[in-house]
């Protein structure tokens, strides 16, 4: 008998091949095999004339979807179809999810196979598994496969009915989403708090004291006076930074609190409090796919989307169980396994005394297993042949599935009180410790923190032995200046954790939501923040007045029960679908209802809560955002730069944009040349140098953008001459006569020559770039074009046994050179960066050091 099975991956057929039989033929849909069309070219002819055509879904007819076969999948379709000609049964072992039921049931709409249909799941590709999978087919589900549809649907109908309500009353190519909408909302909502929070400034002491007979210093803090406790950050109105209640807490300023250092230096320290307690601590649960996206983003500064695609691979070839799960139970092998790898590697004293698991998830989109190593061995990281991403990234699942099997940590904690009097008034100081009595867990992994001043849970702060009445020796003081801080910004890592807890989406579906609010221009990554731009702020506001359910986290999150319903065959889907957008209170309906009442002019205008405006109007336009004032009965209009973020703005900043608009630009000096006027002027995209005025005759001055970190103020004539000339010629190359130069493009500094363009190194500028420099880089992009190796930086011998090492660029990008060993640097990792100690890490890493 030949069988057919189909896949959604062409990675999956590599590692099946191994435990399948021999006479199975195995084949990759290449992902979905039909969706809604994409725009109108993919809609039929027959179909164009309709009204709901370009939407996808016929509206009038139980909201039947319009499916097509996608761009450059027909190839895909006439190749199956000539395989199962061959055929005799059809094996489906698409993901065992929504997505990839709804896949396995496409492939029988399209296929129409004549022959017996079976589904194959498996949620780790091991042999053990795709044997156990050989022996227990099922037929597809069509509860899932409903809840998928119902999903797609509805964010079709969402986005299409929504964002050209956006266009028309905001700026064209906007974009509006059932769940991006809700994240890009809960970021504004966090800027909001940021640009109204007040921040405060208090004082407290720090004393560094020991014991009579010991000299190891420890410090204590300051906690009250005269019985009173000292203000923190937390007493203060994060609106206004005053006090909440004054008459509850003694704060200090610079003057008081050096006054107290000084009455209290030297006088008798006592301690008169000693409590100690001890703790324990268990093990986090085992992956599930939004922990994962988290502890990748806070311990190994990956994207969510970055997350899932090396979580993919890492699934595909046998290595991890599948990656989309929100359960984070394990499966009993697993357990077994896990069990095994802490006696191996840590000892029978490490190993919890009874098996240990965790339950949760009963969503039916998701696998219902934790993210594991796969398999009932778990191979160690450093024995999985694994390297850059994927050995990282299993690295970290490893070593959280095999903690959950270890003993509990053993903390104590010891808090002492200790009294200082002086000129009458008695200071109350507090100091605390901890000791890991017995690690357990920690001896593998430790959960990664959002807050990056908070120390980590298995780091020991030490404290000496103290007892109550026993007097220590104070070795001095020092005032501390502390400032309240506002609500810090969102992380991919928090934002994930907020969404998740918001029960907004799925965990399929937040990396995909993260990298749609970017690409959109809803947010900016600054470091790991996300900062919301004034295009989010814009659409945001008008949903919240207009469409609030869109925006609407509960609403949202109720939704997502109701397609859950659906995934269980307690929901009719074409019932839901009515109710959703045909309804009284549906989203057509509300959408036509406020399309009439949204003024253009007044949905462009932002209410950003900023202090001193002084009738300034900020707006967001086609050509992003700017600012009005009236100034002696003229209106001056003036754009925003594009660097600025809507929490950079304050009313003095904005006074000075039109302040410069109204004066009209200042010359810094003349052209030598043509003895023209050379401005320093602001513009969409930031300052920028110009020679001579925009006229009707002169409609495109020369202009040049000053480069990152210049200011305005800083530039003279000299400066902006070099600024213009770029990109500037360096030389001819030797080999062809042509003309080498130095400029600034959409990506960065960069030297051309014929064509062919190299970016500059952080250690150069392209200002004093000269031609030897340029003919090495273009050199180096050559060799890397062909395969050959260059050397980017000589780190020197390793410090443990004096191999070369060296910072290397090839065919592949960079990597390290470590006497004959290569090891690929992490994606995220400029090689300019890369030092010695970077360098041992990744080697030590890979298991080479």
Known sequence: MKSLVIVESPTKIKTLKKY?????????????????????????????????????????????????????????????????????????????????????????QLLKPDVPVKRMVFREITEEAIKESLNHFRDIDMD????????RIIDRLAGYTISP????????????????????????????????????????????????????????????????????GKDFDENTGKLKKPKKVVLLDDKTAGELRDDLDKSKWEVTEVKKNRQKRNPSAAFITSTLQQEANRKLNFSAKRTMGVAQKLYENGYITYMRTDSARLSGQAINAARNAVKDEYGEEYLFDRPRNYGGGSNAQEAHEAIRPAGSYFRKPEEAGLSGDQFRLYDLIWKRTI??????????????????????????????????????????????????????????????????????????????????KPPARFTEATLVKELEKRGVGRPSTYASII??????????????????????????ELLEENLHDVVDSDFTSEMEAKLDEI????????????????????????????????????????????????????FVGRYGPYIKKQVNGEELTTSI????????????????????????????????????????LNGRYGPYVQVGERTEDNKKPERASLLKDMKPENVDVDMALRLLELPRPLGEHPETGKVVRAGVGRYGPFVVH??????????????????????????????????????????GDHPDNGKKVRVMTGRYGPYIKYGKTNISLPDDFDPEDVNMDIAVQLITEKGKG
């Open 754 to 795: 014929d064509g062919t363009f190299a970016s500059l190194r952080k250690s150069d500028h392209v200002l004093d770039v000269e031609l030897d420099r340029a003919l090495e880089l273009l050199e180096q992009k050559k060799n890397k074009k062909s395969g050959k190796s260059n050397v980017i930086k000589e780190l």
């Open 641 to 680: 730069p594009e660097s600025w973020k809507p929490s950079d703005i304050t009313g003095e900043k904005l006074e000075e944009l039109i302040k410069a608009e109204e004066e009209g630009p200042k010359s810094i000096g003349n052209h030598p040349e043509t003895g023209e006027p050379i401005y320093v």
């Open 165 to 232: 309500l956006l266009w028309k009353k905001i700026a064209p190519g906007l974009s509006a989403g059932r769940v991006q909408s809700v994240a890009v909302r809960f970021l504004v909502e966090r800027e909001r708090e940021r640009m109204k929070f007040r921040s405060a400034r208090y004082w407290d002491l720090k004393a560094q004291l020991h014991k009579q007979d010991d000299s190891n210093i420890f410090e204590a803090d300051l906690t009250h006076l005269d019985g009173k406790r000292l203000a923190s």
């Open 403 to 484: 903690a959950t099997q270890m003993e509990q940590a053993e903390l104590e904690f010891t808090n002492v009180t200790i009294k200082a009097e002086a000129n009458g008034k008695v200071a109350e100081f507090k100091s605390s410790g901890k000791t890991i009595v017995f690690p357990g867990f920690f001896r593998a992994y430790v959960e990664g923190s959002d807050d990056p001043d908070a120390a980590l849970e298995n780091q020991e702060k030490f404290l000496p032995e103290l007892s109550e009445g026993e007097e220590v020796i104070e070795e001095g003081i020092e005032p501390i200046s502390h400032e309240t």
């Open 144 to 151: 899932l496969v409903n809840a998928q549809e119902a999903r």
């Open 20 to 108: 399948l039989p021999k006479d199975y033929t195995i084949d990759s849909s290449m992902g979905h095999i039909r969706d809604l069309p994409a725009n109108a070219k993919e809609v039929p002819k027959k179909f164009k004339g309709e009204e709901w055509a370009n939407l996808g879904v016929n509206t009038d007819k139980d909201f039947e979807p319009l499916y097509v076969i996608p761009y450059g999948k027909k190839k895909v379709v006439n190749r199956l179809k000539k395989e199962l000609k061959n055929s005799d049964e059809l094996i489906l072992a698409t993901d065992e999810d929504r997505e990839g039921e709804a896949i396995s049931w496409h492939l029988t």
């Open 567 to 618: 995934a269980r065959g307690k929901l009719d889907t074409k019932e839901y679908l009515q109710t959703y957008y045909k309804g009284e209170k549906g989203l057509k309906a509300k959408v036509e209802e406020q399309e009439d009442k949204i003024d253009p002019k007044e949905a462009r205008q932002l209410d950003l809560p900023i202090q001193d405006l002084d009738d300034i109007q900020i």
């Open 515 to 540: 990298s749609t609010i970017q690409n959109r221009g809803y947010c900016e990554a600054d470091g790991k923040t996300l900062v919301p731009t004034f295009t989010a702020f814009a659409v945001t």
